[in-house]
């Protein structure tokens, strides 16, 4: 039967979701632990990817286990994973449902800091700026639903089929003291470091180092050269996955309160 998993990680310390063979990936340590569990070998299927040290506070995968068990799993998974993983449901599925190309929408929230903050160290990424152009960042975000072609924006488009992309928001936030931003993007399906890629032109436009117009003519032009220059991994999180027959809310706190709903306004 096949199941499909809810769970969060924190991605510091892995090389990403997938398997990968420079570092531990998330995909590694969950089919490990199912295994040990099931004492069987089980294979897993993640509804995407994440880069090194990126986060999830939503992902989904399924696995097929023909063994029924009647003790509780999420309990016994969560015994066994390490801090930074955690299963918060298990959905049993009527049938072959793909938590990959299912999917239909993706969203991520990539979130900054202005100021050393040990507490904020690991889960957001800091950037001391403290005049940011939030009007001109916005203003390149909703281009994005303008355009398709998202293949000036992907550290390797050659491995893909094709770079179309269709963004559905793409919104930046700021809290009431101006000091953390966080920048909110959803879409059918993301290429390699395109997120990353995005809110680093992002920045650079809050930043003064690039106009509005210089990161639209790469939108319009795919093909242009650019330099490319990813933001750091650790303010990113995949933080919603949405099905036709499945829409979860997060199960993570930590990240609603890291989202901070009361206290962020739209630039």
Sequence with gaps: MRY???????GTNYSGWQIHPDGIGVQQVLENCLSQVFKVPIRIVGCGRTDAQVHASQF??????????DFDLPFRLNNLLPDDIAVFDIIPMDGRQHARFDAYERGYDYFIHTYKDPFLSGFSSMYPVKDWDTGSMNRAAVLLLKYNDYHAFCKMP???QHTLC?????????DTTGDRLRFHIS???????????????????????????????????PMKAQVIKPAYPQ?????????????????????????????????
Excluded: C
């Design 166 to 174: 269709n963004i559905s928001a793409a919104k930046i936030f700021t």
């Design 235 to 267: 303010g990113l999180y995949l933080s919603k996955v949405t099905y036709p027959y499945l829409d979860v809310p997060s199960r993570s706190h930590f990240t609603q309160m890291l989202s901070g709903e009361n206290t962020w306004v739209k630039s």
């Design 4 to 10: 499909f998993f809810h769970i969060g990680y924190h």
């Design 187 to 221: 879409a059918n399906r993301f290429l390699g470091k395109m997120v990353r890629i995005i809110a680093g032109k992002i920045i650079e436009i809050g930043t003064g180092k690039l106009s509005v117009d210089e990161f639209e003519s790469h939108l319009a032009d």
């Design 158 to 160: 050659d491995r893909n």
């Design 60 to 69: 989904f995968f399924h696995a097929d286990i023909v063994t029924p068990w």
